[in-house]
Structure formats: structure tokens, C-alpha cells
């Protein structure tokens, strides 16, 4: 039970910046939300106010903002005598950039969330800079002449912030071969080419180092380390995303609600509620810092459906010099949104294989 509010919450809070992006930069521009809902499936309650319905639906995912004029639908209800011509409150009648604003906004207001409770995060806890505290007697570090104290600045070309967006880069990008790090001692920066090696616990190639010197940035110097953190998240992200699109992601590394719900939020929880709420709910504050900059992320792909789709849409728009005909960008996104609840149902089982079939 603990874990299904958990669930509800932490997806709640993301879907709910999302399409309050979206409700928010469309009122500016004004733009007629014809209905702002969370979750999916029939009402659970529902109020209008103002021209907009407000509605709670039974299934608590997802969630909508829609528009009046989208996908080239009738502008007004019918029973209410709509028309189809395009109505003053109008999304087809809104200048262009006020579009593409509107559509960007849900994402953005992901990504805005997320540095928040990165900020959050960064204030209760501690983290750890990109230092070799030791190195491994015998690694790959020490061969190449790393000592303790060094600091690791970037492999092979890739900046690092953070400890663990090392662990990040070992474990998801490395492929492989010399690893060119750039460090920095006394002051000063070197660079060295190493070999990892591979770790048969860890199932992955090690640098050599290990690092146990922690800090606790607070004021001015958590914005910093804020903005690490959601970079490291979308780092992961669009790494995940690549694996994901070269087959290097299995069926038992992909989950939906569900599997988010059991072998996310509910494992989490029962492995962090002995050491108190403080620690439960800083591992519940990153499990929605890193859904929300999923969904930002994801919603900017340019697919059908998503944002990212109507955002190539209005992009063709501004290049074009008029918008491409609403009804058959409706019929475009029409495929993708069958499209994807197709992929909900195969999702769906195969969160329930991976929780039941071991």
C-alpha cells in the first residue's frame, strides 16, 4: 500500500509539472485549454472553471492538456454549436512561436522541476567530487601513474563532475581499449592513457580508483552541484536511449508504471526505511528527479504524438512560411498515439513477466 501511494505521488508531481507547462504558457499566449487532466480513463471528478475542465481520472497515468483547435478537431463542443472554423482562443490561430512555446513548455517544465529537487537533494545530502581518495593496488590507475588526491577532469574527452558519473561512463559508454584521462594535480593538468579492467562482481571495467572523501555543498555552492546532478541525470538518460535504439537494452532492462511502481519505488523503499524517513524520502526525491527528466527528455523526441513530434511539425512551419494542413498532422499523430498504446500493453506485460518470472 505504501508503495502504490509512493507511485502515485512521485508520477502525480512529474505529469502534473508536465502539462502545467504546457496550461501555463498557453494561458500567456492565449491559447483556450479546453481541459487540463490528470491520469487516464473516465473521471473521477471534474469542475469547470473558467472555460477549462479540471478532471481527475481513474487510472493515476499520464495526464492531458488539451487545447481548443488541436489535431484539427472542432474548435468548441458540438452539442455547444462549434464549428469547425478556427475559433479567437484558437491553438491553430495562435502566432507560430506561441505554439512551439506552448509545446516546449512541458518539458521544460520537467527539466525545471528536476533542478529543483536537485537543489532539495543537494541540501539534505552529501556528494562526492571526482577525486581518487585511493588507488587500487594493481589497477589500471596506478599502471599509468594516478595517485591519491588526483582529481579526474575528463575520459576520453568527456568531462566529469561528479564520482559517479565516472561509474556512468565505465559502465554504459566505455567500450573498451585506452582510456585517455585528463587529471588534475596540485594545480596543475596532465593526461595519461590507462587500461581498465574488467571486475567479474561488478560485470564491468573498473578504473582503479575509489573515493571515500565526501561534502556537504550548501548556499550559492548547491546551485552548482544542483545543476551537476541534473546534468549527470541527463547524461543517463540519453545514454540509456542510445543503448536502448542499438539493441544493447535487453527486455528485462525496459520497465512501465508497474514495474517502475515494484521494482523502482517499492524496492527502494523497503531497502531505505530502516535508516528513517530522511533517507526515504531523499531516494524518493531521486527517483522523481530522474522520471522527470525521462519524460522531458523522451516528450522532446521528434515522434509522432509526443511533443517532439508537433514540435517538428511547427518547425516545418516557420521554414515552410504556412503550417502543414491540421488534419493530416492529426492523422500523423493519430498513428503515433496508436502506436504507443501498443506499446503500453506490451509494456505492461512485460513488466508483469519481469515481476513474476524470474
Same mark, same amino acid.
Given at each position: 500500500m505504501v508503495t502504490f501511494i509512493l507511485f502515485i505521488v512521485i508520477f502525480?508531481?512529474?505529469?502534473?509539472?508536465?502539462?502545467?507547462?504546457?496550461?501555463?504558457?498557453?494561458?500567456?499566449?492565449?491559447?483556450?485549454?479546453?481541459?487540463f487532466s490528470v491520469g487516464m480513463g473516465p473521471n473521477i471528478i471534474s469542475r469547470k472553471k473558467g472555460g477549462t475542465k479540471y478532471s481527475l481520472k481513474l487510472f493515476p497515468i499520464g495526464g492531458a492538456c488539451m487545447f481548443e483547435g488541436e489535431d484539427g478537431v472542432a474548435d468548441q463542443d458540438e452539442a455547444e454549436g462549434g464549428t469547425k472554423e478556427p475559433g479567437p482562443g484558437s491553438f491553430l490561430k495562435a502566432k507560430v512561436w506561441a505554439r512551439i512555446a506552448t509545446v516546449v513548455a512541458g518539458p521544460l517544465f520537467?527539466?525545471?522541476?528536476?533542478?529543483?529537487?536537485?537543489?532539495?537533494?543537494?541540501?539534505?545530502?552529501?556528494?562526492?567530487?571526482?577525486?581518487?581518495?585511493?588507488?587500487?593496488?594493481?589497477g589500471g590507475a596506478q599502471a599509468a601513474g594516478l595517485q591519491a588526491g588526483d582529481r579526474i577532469i575528463s575520459l576520453n574527452g568527456e568531462k566529469v563532475y561528479l564520482y559517479q558519473e565516472i561509474s556512468l561512463y565505465m559502465q554504459l559508454s566505455y567500450r573498451g581499449g585506452d582510456l585517455v584521462v585528463v587529471y588534475e594535480r596540485?594545480?596543475?593538468?596532465?593526461?595519461?592513457? /590507462?587500461?581498465?579492467?574488467?571486475?567479474?562482481?561488478?560485470?564491468?571495467?573498473? &578504473? @582503479? *580508483?575509489? =573515493?571515500?572523501?565526501v561534502k556537504e555543498p550548501r548556499g550559492f555552492e548547491s546551485l552548482k552541484y544542483a545543476w551537476y546532478e541534473m546534468r549527470y541525470s541527463v547524461k543517463m538518460t540519453y545514454t540509456s536511449l542510445g543503448?536502448?535504439?542499438?539493441?544493447?537494452?535487453?527486455r528485462k532492462d525496459v520497465a512501465g508504471p508497474v514495474g517502475i511502481a515494484v521494482n523502482v519505488v517499492g524496492a527502494t523503499y523497503e531497502a531505505s526505511k530502516e535508516?528513517?524517513?530522511q533517507?526515504?524520502? /531523499?531516494?524518493?526525491?531521486?527517483?522523481?528527479?530522474?522520471?522527470?527528466?525521462? &519524460? @522531458? *527528455?523522451? =516528450?522532446?523526441?521528434?515522434?509522432?504524438?509526443?511533443?517532439?513530434?508537433?514540435?517538428?511539425?511547427?518547425?516545418?512551419e516557420v521554414?515552410?512560411?504556412?503550417?502543414?494542413?491540421?488534419?493530416?498532422?492529426?492523422?500523423?499523430?493519430?498513428?503515433?498515439?496508436?502506436?504507443?498504446?501498443?506499446?503500453?500493453?506490451?509494456i505492461f506485460f512485460n513488466d508483469l513477466v519481469n515481476i513474476f518470472v524470474k
Open positions: 502525480g508531481v512529474v505529469v502534473i509539472a508536465h502539462e502545467f507547462g504546457h496550461f501555463l504558457i498557453a494561458k500567456a499566449n492565449g491559447i483556450h485549454v479546453v481541459e520537467n527539466l525545471l522541476l528536476a533542478f529543483i529537487i536537485a537543489i532539495i537533494m543537494v541540501n539534505m545530502s552529501v556528494t562526492r567530487d571526482p577525486i581518487a581518495s585511493q588507488v587500487v593496488e594493481g596540485d594545480g596543475e593538468r596532465y593526461t595519461t592513457t /590507462l587500461t581498465p579492467q574488467y571486475d567479474e562482481e561488478y560485470g564491468y571495467y573498473l &578504473l @582503479g *580508483i575509489s =573515493n571515500a572523501d543503448m536502448l535504439f542499438t539493441g544493447r537494452v535487453s535508516y528513517g524517513w533517507s526515504v524520502l /531523499l531516494n524518493m526525491l531521486n527517483i522523481t528527479l530522474m522520471l522527470s527528466v525521462n &519524460l @522531458g *527528455i523522451l =516528450n522532446l523526441l521528434p515522434v509522432p504524438a509526443l511533443d517532439g513530434g508537433r514540435l517538428v511539425f511547427l518547425l516545418l521554414i515552410r512560411g504556412k503550417p502543414v494542413p491540421p488534419e493530416k498532422e492529426g492523422i500523423v499523430h493519430f498513428i503515433g498515439l496508436v502506436f504507443f498504446m501498443v506499446l503500453m500493453v506490451f
